[in-house]
């Protein structure tokens, strides 16, 4: 593992299949939103990938196995013959400006051994927002990019850069001659944003003309809300106090 | 797209021409330079330079198109035979030491397939100026500085280091058997900066005997000073407001 | 020594050997443990690690005799004829990301050519302890696992992250077909912890059937603890000194 | 220039010379004693070292003539047949770990080709001195320490780390078969230190039984001692000028 590797665990074959690609990044939002898609489509594993640009720690999960870093891909097929999925989500982002570019090819290279014929990253956009999250997008091209309007996403404010997977993926995909759109969702990034992943699978859902129930992403909006609202409280009380502690403090140095 | 490469839009035969470098870097001199050249000159695109070691973000352009980070190479053509030029720019530096080295050769063995007889390169020189920029000329060799200086450049201060592509072409050049020539102009470099860019622009066409219209900068320039007349005006405001609410937490701590 | 190599002292047969590795981290517990199983079992070395990626300095040692920063295996083999050990520690783990896969990449491919059939790597694990330290345990498998949970140690909280060298060795030993368990011992990670390191070895002797005595490490947790009450009492005589100093500057600011 | 290269000025044949390494670090003893032979010996330069793991900057000469980092290698032939000296010094050490490694193997494999049969490392050790500074030694094995101690070193403090060239072309030497000394001159780093030069300098005169005029040493010391008076004062007057200052702000801010 001394570069970046793809470790297939099933040979699946795609017809112009699309990826949709959710790996960490700010408010969580592309890794919450893919991670739903894949509990909800009932989506399976069929590779995972490794590489010796993701940070140096080791994961332990449930059964207390360790397992290293890395990418996985979830593969969905339609009931009606339409558009396959392919689901890209993980623990990590390369964490050097190389291996940033590593990984996007080898995400690639395999997407076009598999056909992929348009891929859409998603990610966050920073803002403090009141309501529903507005989603932005970007693409490979005009007409790429119009479908994303159409499905009720923004254009992107010029000049804005994109940083890590979610635009380099899109950026490299041209060279490849693959489609790609990027739909950044507003969120104050402060913890993982379900809201702004809600706003970016309704537009996901739109253009690929996929049934989707969110209404579990609404419960874990619901979840989320009374934690900030505890968090506000705190701080609250924290605020207050720290003021108390300062007063008698000034006080005691007059004196002291 | 795993090591720095050139792509080539247009093949175009040269007999030697004359590169003119100007990338980001302080005051943005050298890209404030190169792009007015480009503009002024109708220069046209022939050659765009990727690499892994640009930062790991991508751009949206106006049209909402994602765009990697990328160098570009223009080129004019001369009416009367006399010296063709190739105009490079970009968005980015690479970002580490062994990155700036590999652009550098990339660059300079694709000047030197292109027939490249000198490069000139453009950059900033740290200074809070009072009136017309100078530009200060360092070189490959004495002969091709003593051209430098004739246009009405100034030596350069000895032991006086300069970062990034600027220096790094010029020091690499001699290598490849091409004479180069690295202009500083006095910048501030707070922000992008036309009328260093100006300075140096002057020199540039007198060295090269280039018939060059500046009043596309002189607007520029006025344009950044109002600007900055604004800046200053809002930091007095600023500093006089804090002035006050210090005055007044202090009164209020004696109270409290 | 561009590259991370392995230089072999002597060339040792063994048949199945587990290979126990500290390396310096957290609290130095997996340095203290295996160092001691060192000295104690009276192991011998045949191997030496050198890499460019450990840090860019040397060490003296006590004949003034410098040497490169290195990790060293020693072996011991069982009279009885049971398990062999390899045990394997060091002055550096790799100081970046891609430096971390390529040294644990180069260890565990020796291990392979070593007929290694389990690793078992030891570290910290940070918490302001009181009493004795207890041993958490995760695993390349479940029934790995299961005979470090005989031995005495905990399940590892899931979720939490393993740094550096005893994670990645166990997460890429998966990939080699070697079992692989981590012993991370509770340290409050200031100082060269021995008695997380006996708590470790505990576990480790009862896994392996081993007979170890501690004796030795009682003492150095002994002079470890009379160190860290001479700091406690020079920290409380150090925050009184300041005390008396701040209340003097008070009183001298509010005369001058 | 990818990688790190040695470009021959000149094919010097030697018969077992030793190699004198003064690159820049602290306190610059290094490059001021080499420098200093470099000049009192009249050695000529015969190769040169560029690296892209040096600095991303180059340096303008007196001549306005602009050259890439690098380090230098001089040679200089005794009369009576004895030693013949290799001097390397130069403007940058390496960046980056790996590059230190990198820069370290080239300048060795290169010794081995020019049969250098031993190695000495000039650096400095921090230390706030009054008096001589002393210089502690080094080596790859014990009777080449002996040399340096026997020359008027002193043992180094075992377990303190050397860094950089200095300690790691001793460190890598011993794998080459050459022997190596390493000698670190007290200094307080601040600036470059002609005295703590001229004590190394001493060590390496008599093991080499060099005879060498020290007295251009003696004139620079002075030099740096009138320097370090001035900045002795200045910061004196800084210190009270600062004080009434404070006083001043102080009785403002009880009226204000």
């Known amino acids: 593992m001394r570069r ?8 699946i074959e795609f017809k112009n299949p699309v990826l949709i690609e959710g790996l960490p990044g700010l408010g969580m939002v592309g890794r919450v939103a893919v991670k739903y898609l894949i509990r909800q489509l009932k989506a399976k594993k069929f590779a995972e990938l490794y590489s010796p640009h993701f940070a140096y720690y ?52 395999y997407a076009k051994k ?9 990610g966050g956009y920073r803002k403090d927002i009141v309501g529903t999250p507005q989603v932005f997008a970007s693409a490979t091209d005009p007409e790429t990019l119009k479908k994303a309007l159409e499905a009720g996403s923004l254009s992107s404010p010029p000049g804005s850069p994109i940083v890590g997977a979610a635009g380099l993926l899109i950026g490299l995909a041209k060279f490849k001659g693959i489609n ?14 379900p809201r702004a992943a809600k706003s970016a699978l309704m537009v996901i859902a739109k253009m690929l003309n996929l049934k989707l129930d969110l209404a579990g992403l609404d419960r874990e909006i619901e979840r989320i809300a009374r934690i900030e609202e505890e968090l506000r409280k705190m701080e609250e009380r924290r605020a207050i106090e720290e003021e108390i502690m300062r007063k008698e403090r000034e006080r005691l140095s007059y004196i002291g």
């Open 58 to 109: 080791v994961l332990i999960d449930r059964e207390g196995i360790i397992t290293l870093l890395k990418n996985e891909f979830y593969y969905w097929k339609s009931d009606h013959g339409d558009t396959d999925l392919i689901l890209l989500t993980g623990d990590s982002q390369a964490q050097t400006i190389e291996g940033q570019y590593e990984v996007a090819e080898t995400i690639l290279e």
């Open 180 to 193: 790609g759109i990027c739909l950044l969702s507003e969120t104050p990034g402060y913890m993982p944003d």
């Open 4 to 11: 970046t590797v793809i470790i297939e665990i099933e040979e």
């Open 114 to 122: 598999k056909n992929v014929k348009a891929i859409i990253t998603v």
